[in-house]
Each structure stands twice: as C-alpha cells, then as structure tokens.
C-alpha cells in the first residue's frame, strides 16, 4: 500500500516536496514513478527511479527543477519540486511496479500499485 502525501497551495516559483509512503512491504527490488493529472486530462509520466541500479528519469517539462529520490530505509520515495509553475497544478500519484523495463518506466499501465494522490495546486 502507498500513501502519498506533501501536496498544497504554493505560489509560481515556489518549491513543495511530495512523499509515497510503503506500507508492509521494501521499496528496494521496485520502479518507483511519479505521475499527475489535471483536470479534463490523461494522467502524465513525471518522474521514476529504475528498480535496478537507481537511475533517474523526466518528463522534458519538469527536467531541471523536479527531483524523484528514495529512503529504502524509511520505504519513502520523494518527489521535490522546485521553480513550480502554474501548469504542474494536478493531482500527483506515486506508484511502484515489481518488473518494468526502462522503456515502460513512463507507462502508468506498467506499474502493479498506486498512491491515492495529493493535490498539488501553483497559484498567486
């Protein structure tokens, strides 16, 4: 199970940090995304982190100022965003999937477990 939290109101240019918590089970042998979705939309890769040797990926619009990591440790993976801009207003969703080729890392069917989202809403 993962629990998704961090999200709120932030103005243009401010930074907010998105947490997916693991529940009863190690992060460790998973790919681990980010994704969003706003209103009227499909929902959208974002970010992931590759279940072998901990590469990092980005969607071209959020490269540069988001950053995805993880606490195996804590079974906590994070999404810090920085330089936010009114077009990442969406509800974000953390997911982890157990066998995902680095190809598929931007596919949401590709994953086996999802968040329940966290609004993040960039607004003065």
């Known amino acids: 199970q993962l629990q998704a939290s961090g999200g709120g109101l932030v103005q243009p240019g401010g930074s907010l940090r998105l947490s997916c918590a693991a529940s009863g089970r190690t992060l460790s042998g998973y790919a681990l995304g980010w994704f969003r979705q706003s209103p009227g939309k499909e929902r959208e890769f974002v970010a992931a982190?590759?279940?072998?040797?901990?590469?990092?990926y980005y969607t071209d619009s959020v490269k540069g100022r988001f950053t995805i990591s993880k606490d195996n440790a804590k079974r906590t993976v994070y999404l810090q965003m920085n330089r936010l801009e009114p077009e990442d207003t969406a509800v974000y969703y953390c997911?982890?999937?157990?066998?995902?080729?680095?190809?598929?890392?931007?596919?949401?069917?590709?994953?086996?477990?999802w968040g329940q989202g966290t609004l993040v809403t960039v607004s003065s």
């Open positions: 982190i590759a279940r072998s040797g901990g590469a990092t």
């Open positions: 997911a982890a999937g157990a066998r995902i080729i680095t190809s598929s890392l931007g596919q949401a069917t590709a994953y086996d477990y």
